[in-house]
């Protein structure tokens, strides 16, 4: 390990302390344990180098968004000891044709966006003989850029959703609007609200919710998420956290 690299490790390792002590800090805000909440690395633009230092500096669970990337980071890590208890979940937008590059690989796909990706995922797993765990990304906050079921499209599709046979839902997923605190609140309060409608409706438990990223997840661990995705605050040394 040479000089910059070993700086680099410890900032990784102050970087993850302070965003832990954050999430602690949100956490109990809310009369909620830190231990509920999982922070994910989110680690698409930096290398397999740069994940193998940050398992060192303490991070076992990373976020890729695209699914050659992935295959990327998995066979550049495979066989590297330090990283056999690492996970990588699926946290961007999947092409159908891109699903057998991901599935059976991830621990846990945060973006289905749409009840044709939950049948094709579904299908997929069933060929393979594996069930993928996975959430339904949701446009709570109803920005045209963002992908992912409408509420009503979610509470419309749901039922059929939750039967597939090769998926088991675990909970949902959202990205709030970039740069308003408020927004951000709004978004994420409309998440649980949400899940908990359709834990009304299905039956299922649903508890996780992924949401917050690296300027909103304080508040996202206040409104309850169980997976905050950090990328910038985690990896880029120019990034401030407020
Ligand atoms: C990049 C990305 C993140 C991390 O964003 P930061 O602002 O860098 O923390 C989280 N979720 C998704 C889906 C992403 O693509």
């Not at 040479?2 to 970087?15: I, K, Q, V, W």
């Not at 009369?31 to 076992?60: C, D, F, M, N």
């Not at 949400?194 to 409104?223: H, Y």
């Amino acid at each position: 390990m040479d000089g910059l690299e070993e700086s680099y490790g410890a900032f990784l390792c102050e970087r993850r302390e302070e965003i832990l002590g954050r999430i602690s800090s949100a956490a109990s805000r809310s009369g909620r344990s830190a231990a509920e909440v999982l922070p994910i690395a989110v680690s698409k633009t930096v290398s397999a180098r740069e994940v193998l230092l940050a398992r060192r500096a303490g991070w076992r669970a990373f976020g890729e968004n695209r699914p050659q990337e992935l295959s990327r980071k998995l066979a550049a890590l495979e066989g590297e000891p330090e990283c056999a208890d690492v996970r990588f979940d699926m946290i961007g937008n999947l092409q159908k044709n891109k699903i057998n590059q991901v599935i059976g690989r991830v621990t846990l796909i945060h973006s289905i966006s749409s009840a044709h990706l939950a049948e094709a995922v579904s299908t997929r797993c069933e060929a393979r003989g594996i069930v993928a765990d996975v959430l339904l990304e949701t446009n709570v906050s109803g920005e045209g850029s963002k992908s992912g079921f409408s509420p009503e499209e979610l509470v419309a599709a749901a039922d059929g959703v939750v039967a597939l046979p090769g998926i088991r839902v675990l909970g949902l997923m959202t990205m709030a609007p970039a740069g308003d605190a408020d927004a951000a609140r709004r978004t994420f309060c409309g998440l649980r609200e949400l899940a908990e409608g359709l834990r009304a409706r299905t039956g299922l438990p649903l508890q996780t919710l992924s949401c917050g990223m690296s300027d909103d997840f304080e508040i996202a661990v206040e409104e309850g998420s169980t997976l905050v995705r950090l990328g910038r605050c985690v990896f880029d040394q120019g990034y401030a956290l407020r």
